[in-house]
């Protein structure tokens, strides 16, 4: 899925018209309608329908739907549409998501490096853990990239780490939707609660055999400029290497640390972890 | 061997024949894991049975068949990293303790020392059938066999009419997208490979078909 974050900017230029037959047709017809709109100038549904070639029903119900996720927005008094404010959401978490990788690479492989493990730098999306860059474990052939995985939030230190900071809502939301049970070690609500309470006060996250049995990970979080998580760094390995006798060894968790807080620094972060006062009144409160 | 036994020897032949099936079949098994997961599984796995080897070729003590089968279990849950550790201990060690001193091959309790591996794999695992895991090999061969035993099944038919069903169930499982383990959180990538964890599960269970009734095992995949 993430193979996209990267390259899919050099495809904007490209005609995908020719291999048009494999293209849905709706998603195609809103992302041309976006196109033209992106060349700067209000238009109304007739001279889009007549630019794109389409009965402008069509391109009016498009329209809407666009409308709709903030996409497009429509002026009152002349009726013409124009590029919403959605698009630049969507657009900053894109810049987001790539200065992240960007920014973590180096550190991505030195903590490969010093922890002979593999190494995932994810981010938060709708309840999932997205692996935006994976560091493999140094001399060691057979793997499978990660990137674009989709990791439980709950069932892995990356998410724990990054929910630990996150606004007290995201936890909530979470829970709310259910965690699911991916082998006999996962926590429930409450052991997620309790232990982010812990990650709060430490800055670390660790997990165990809680969405694969036999692998573990250790995990911290990244901030950015606005002290904001906005992903984590962390090794992942067998359980047996990673937590022996159920604890990470002290210069793993320091060397986990150490990248975090490299990342967060490179995005210009001042302090980590960020300080105790931006958590929420609830994690404080246990 | 006769082929009324499941004695110690017979336990112990088994696990000698599944520790060279793994073998034998490693990169096969190792290329289905990478597909999906990790190659270490499969190196894992293939650690565990060599552990189980040695075990049964220098038992400490004398044992009963359910002994043996147990410290095969405890064997892999000390000694193997990864998920094979905790799964396949599980396994071994429920079945073990199902089977306890008991001889005789019959079908009723084999189901059973079948299905309480089953229920440990799913207790540790959290797993449901169609999940792509082992137990996608394990819940059918376990049906087979409380299907035998109601039929009556003579014992030397016992055992190869719980590999066949595992091995259909190994078969299923290539469409299917993985909802636990590594592979379940590359979603889609999944789907259009075979589960190595069912493989590995047939496989065992081929061997000890192949064990108890003194014909060649059939090497999954040869067909």
Same mark, same amino acid.
């Given at each position: 899925?993430?193979?996209?974050?990267?390259?899919?900017?050099?495809?904007?230029?490209?005609?995908?018209?020719?291999?048009?037959?494999?293209?849905?047709?709706?998603?195609?017809?809103?992302?041309?309608?976006?196109?033209?709109?992106?060349?700067?100038?209000?238009?109304?549904?007739?001279?889009?329908?007549?630019?794109?070639?389409?009965?402008?029903?069509?391109?009016?119900?498009?329209?809407?739907?666009?409308?709709?996720?903030?996409?497009?927005?429509?002026?009152?008094?002349?009726?013409?549409?124009?590029?919403?404010?959605?698009?630049?959401?969507?657009?900053?978490?894109?810049?987001?998501?790539?200065?992240?990788?960007?920014?973590?690479?180096?550190?991505?492989?030195?903590?490969?490096?010093?922890?002979?493990?593999?190494?995932?730098?994810?981010?938060?999306?709708?309840?999932?853990?997205?692996?935006?860059?994976?560091?493999?474990?140094?001399?060691?052939?057979?793997?499978?990239?990660?990137?674009?995985?989709?990791?439980?939030?709950?069932?892995?230190?990356?998410?724990?780490?990054?929910?630990?900071?996150?606004?007290?809502?995201?936890?909530?939301?979470?829970?709310?939707?259910?965690?699911?049970?991916?082998?006999?070690?996962?926590?429930?609500?409450?052991?997620?609660?309790?232990?982010?309470?812990?990650?709060?006060?430490?800055?670390?996250?660790?997990?165990?055999?809680?969405?694969?049995?036999?692998?573990?990970?250790?995990?911290?979080?990244?901030?950015?400029?606005?002290?904001?998580?906005?992903?984590?760094?962390?090794?992942?390995?067998?359980?047996?290497?990673?937590?022996?006798?159920?604890?990470?060894? #002290?210069?793993?968790?320091?060397?986990?640390?150490?990248?975090?807080?490299?990342?967060?620094?490179?995005?210009?972060?001042?302090?980590?972890?960020?300080?105790?006062?931006?958590?929420?009144?609830?994690?404080?409160?246990? | 061997?006769?082929?009324?036994?499941?004695?110690?020897?017979?336990?112990?032949?088994?696990?000698?024949?599944?520790?060279?099936?793994?073998?034998?079949?490693?990169?096969?098994?190792?290329?289905?894991?990478?597909?999906?997961?990790?190659?270490?599984?499969?190196?894992?796995?293939?650690?565990?049975?060599?552990?189980?080897?040695?075990?049964?070729?220098?038992?400490?003590?004398?044992?009963?068949? #359910?002994?043996?089968?147990?410290?095969?279990?405890?064997?892999?849950?000390?000694?193997?990293?990864?998920?094979?550790?905790?799964?396949?201990?599980?396994?071994?060690?429920?079945?073990?303790?199902?089977?306890?001193?008991?001889?005789?091959?019959?079908?009723?309790?084999?189901?059973?020392?079948?299905?309480?591996?089953?229920?440990?794999?799913?207790?540790?695992?959290?797993?449901?059938?169609?999940?792509?895991?082992?137990?996608?090999?394990?819940?059918?061969?376990?049906?087979?066999?409380?299907?035998?035993?109601?039929?009556?099944?003579?014992?030397?038919?016992?055992?190869?009419?719980?590999?066949?069903?595992?091995?259909?169930?190994?078969?299923?499982?290539?469409?299917?997208?993985?909802?636990?383990?590594?592979?379940?959180?590359?979603?889609?990538?999944?789907?259009?490979?075979?589960?190595?964890?069912?493989?590995?599960?047939?496989?065992?269970?081929?061997?000890?078909?192949?064990?108890?009734?003194?014909?060649?095992?059939?090497?999954?995949?040869?067909?």
């Amino acid at each position: 899925m993430t193979e996209h974050l990267g390259q899919r900017r050099a495809d904007e230029g490209a005609d995908p018209r020719r291999e048009r037959g494999s293209l849905i047709q709706s998603v195609d017809r809103a992302a041309r309608i976006l196109k033209v709109l992106a060349a700067g100038r209000r238009l109304g549904v007739t001279e889009i329908a007549k630019r794109l070639d389409l009965p402008p029903p069509t391109v009016h119900g498009l329209l809407r739907t666009l409308v709709a996720h903030g996409f497009v927005e429509q002026d009152r008094t002349s009726e013409k549409y124009q590029l919403g404010p959605g698009l630049l959401q969507l657009g900053s978490s894109y810049l987001d998501v790539n200065e992240l990788r960007a920014r973590s690479v180096r550190w991505a492989d030195r903590l490969a490096l010093h922890a002979d493990a593999g190494v995932r730098v994810g981010v938060l999306v709708t309840g999932a853990v997205l692996v935006v860059h994976h560091a493999f474990r140094p001399d060691h052939d057979v793997h499978i990239p990660e990137v674009g995985a989709q990791l439980p939030v709950h069932a892995s230190a990356l998410g724990k780490a990054v929910l630990a900071f996150a606004a007290p809502e995201a936890v909530d939301d979470l829970v709310a939707d259910g965690l699911p049970r991916l082998t006999h070690r996962t926590l429930d609500a409450r052991g997620l609660r309790a232990e982010l309470a812990d990650v709060a006060r430490t800055g670390v996250a660790r997990e165990r055999d809680e969405a694969v049995l036999g692998e573990s990970s250790v995990a911290a979080p990244i901030f950015d400029a606005g002290s904001m998580p906005v992903g984590a760094i962390g090794v992942v390995a067998d359980t047996s290497r990673l937590l022996p006798r159920g604890r990470a060894p #002290g210069s793993l968790v320091t060397a986990v640390v150490t990248a975090a807080r490299g990342v967060s620094r490179e995005l210009g972060v001042a302090e980590w972890p960020a300080r105790a006062d931006r958590l929420s009144p609830s994690l404080r409160r246990r | 061997m006769t082929a009324e036994q499941l004695g110690v020897a017979e336990i112990a032949a088994w696990l000698r024949e599944a520790a060279a099936v793994v073998r034998a079949q490693q990169a096969r098994l190792t290329s289905l894991d990478a597909a999906i997961g990790d190659g270490d599984h499969g190196l894992n796995r293939a650690r565990g049975f060599d552990a189980v080897e040695r075990l049964v070729n220098f038992p400490d003590h004398p044992v009963t068949p #359910g002994d043996l089968l147990a410290q095969a279990g405890r064997t892999f849950q000390q000694r193997v990293g990864g998920a094979s550790g905790p799964i396949w201990g599980i396994a071994l060690r429920r079945a073990g303790q199902d089977l306890g001193d008991r001889q005789t091959l019959e079908a009723p309790p084999l189901a059973r020392d079948l299905d309480a591996a089953r229920a440990g794999v799913v207790e540790i695992g959290a797993a449901a059938p169609r999940d792509k895991t082992m137990v996608d090999a394990l819940a059918p061969a376990v049906d087979a066999l409380q299907k035998a035993a109601a039929d009556g099944l003579p014992s030397d038919a016992v055992a190869p009419s719980a590999a066949r069903p595992a091995e259909d169930g190994v078969r299923a499982t290539t469409p299917l997208l993985a909802r636990r383990g590594r592979a379940a959180f590359l979603g889609e990538r999944s789907i259009s490979h075979q589960g190595p964890g069912a493989t590995s599960v047939a496989l065992v269970l081929r061997a000890l078909a192949g064990t108890i009734c003194a014909a060649p095992p059939r090497l999954y995949g040869d067909e």
